[in-house]
């Protein structure tokens, strides 16, 4: 996939920023404040381009309006893993937390690449850009500041180009509104006296 | 007035309205980076990061930046 190495003036969806904060909790107590954060290494952004452009178009005031209705509060990201460390399940060691395995070289693995995994997205870049192989989970999907984002000019990375963006985007929609059912009992005989 | 607004007003001196002898600053007492393990890890060098811990515990702690790490940050308000 290549991917487009320059930033617009704006987040754009598809963006991949490095070093983005996740603020975990703050709590405020007798004069002390404590804040907990974690620091992602790469994140890509989610949120439907549509709503960003209008978002900056109001938010530096391309466009009047006597309304603010199409400005955001946050734009949705999700993290992008080392896909070695997805497979050794150590990719959030760093916070105690020990992911699953998954064998590279076995069917999860394939299904995995071949983003048939409905919980993750499989990248790979271009060698023009300095990224390993990556995966995206959408469980850990998070928001962040729009003016935080929009700071971090130096730490873009890249943008994934149309369509492919699409499909990224088609994916995280249909893992958020999956439906669990709940397992049904084998009925027997005397349910039906 | 939201949550937002108060800890502006609180935390950052240049809203205070307080007189001139009542202003007050956040000292950060602790700066944690987990985890916090003394002592060298087997980690790939190229992405690490050397840090102390500032807590004055002492100890030399290696962390992977290629990895999602957490950072807490302890701060108190003292009066100047």
Do not use: W
């Not at chain 2, 515990?57 to 930046?65: A, E, L, N, V």
């Amino acid at each position: 996939m290549n991917v487009l190495r320059q930033r617009l003036g704006r987040v754009c969806q598809g963006d991949i920023y490095k070093d983005v904060e996740f603020i975990e909790y703050v709590i405020t107590q007798r004069g002390s404040i404590e804040i907990s954060k974690i620091m992602f290494p790469f994140i890509i952004v989610l949120t439907q381009d549509c709503d960003l452009e209008q978002d900056s178009k109001i938010r530096f005031k391309k466009i009047k309006s006597e309304t603010a209705d199409k400005l955001i509060l946050s734009v949705l990201v999700a993290p992008l893993y080392n896909v070695e460390h997805v497979y050794s399940g150590e990719h959030l060691k760093q916070l105690g937390i020990q992911m699953q395995m998954i064998n590279k070289n076995k069917t999860s693995g394939n299904n995995l690449r071949n983003n048939e995994t409905p919980r993750y997205h499989y990248i790979e870049f271009p060698s023009s850009v300095s990224m390993v192989p990556s995966v995206i989970d959408f469980k850990h999907y998070f928001s962040v500041n729009v003016e935080y984002l929009r700071r971090k000019k130096s730490d873009f990375i890249c943008r994934v180009p149309p369509l492919f963006r699409e499909d990224l985007s088609q994916r995280f929609a249909s893992f958020l509104s999956r439906i669990g059912l709940p397992e049904m009992k084998k009925e027997t005989t005397s349910e039906h006296v | 007035m939201n949550n937002r607004e108060v800890f502006t007003k609180e935390y950052s001196p240049e809203s205070t309205t307080e007189a001139e002898d009542k202003k007050t600053e956040l000292v950060i007492q602790e700066k944690t980076l987990l985890p916090n393990e003394s002592g060298t890890r087997s980690v790939d060098i190229s992405n690490a990061e050397k840090t102390q811990n500032q807590t004055g515990t002492g100890g030399i702690s290696y962390y992977d930046k290629s990895k999602p790490y957490r950072i807490k940050i302890k701060a108190k308000e003292i009066k100047k």
